[in-house]
């Protein structure tokens, strides 16, 4: 299984950015699909995270900007920044919680990671 992130890039604050990621491989179920972010010095934290049943859960400090969405025809969940903030600046990683197969466990999985950077 592997989980392949893009979209990425520099952005002035208050502009926008979209992420997507895809889940490849064996899958037979997906739970939940979100995405994390890391910044310089910082703890790992939850931005935005979705369920098959298309609850949402967002961090307080993005809620109102970003929004979280996914596809599951496609196995990809997208993350829709907007009105981006100096302090949205991390390393952003997408996240699934999925069984490979039905006789098999959930496992959780993370993508390599995309760089956010909203200069002020």
């Known amino acids: 299984v592997q989980l392949q992130a893009f979209g990425g890039g520099l952005v002035q604050a208050g502009g926008s950015l979209r992420l997507s990621c895809a889940v490849s491989?064996?899958?037979?179920?997906?739970?939940?699909m979100g995405w994390y972010r890391q910044a310089p010095g910082k703890q790992r934290e939850l931005v935005a995270s979705?369920?098959?049943?298309?609850?949402?859960d967002y961090a307080d400090s993005v809620k109102g900007r970003f929004t979280v969405s996914r596809a599951d025809a496609k196995n990809t969940v997208y993350l829709q920044m907007n009105r981006l903030r100096p302090e949205d600046t991390a390393v952003y990683y997408c996240?699934?919680?999925?069984?490979?197969?039905?006789?098999?466990?959930?496992?959780?999985?993370w993508g390599q990671g995309t760089l956010v950077t909203v200069s002020s």
């Open positions: 996240n699934a919680v999925l069984r490979r197969y039905s006789w098999t466990e959930e496992s959780e999985y």
């Open positions: 979705i369920t098959t049943r298309s609850s949402t």
């Open positions: 491989g064996r899958i037979f179920s997906i739970n939940v």
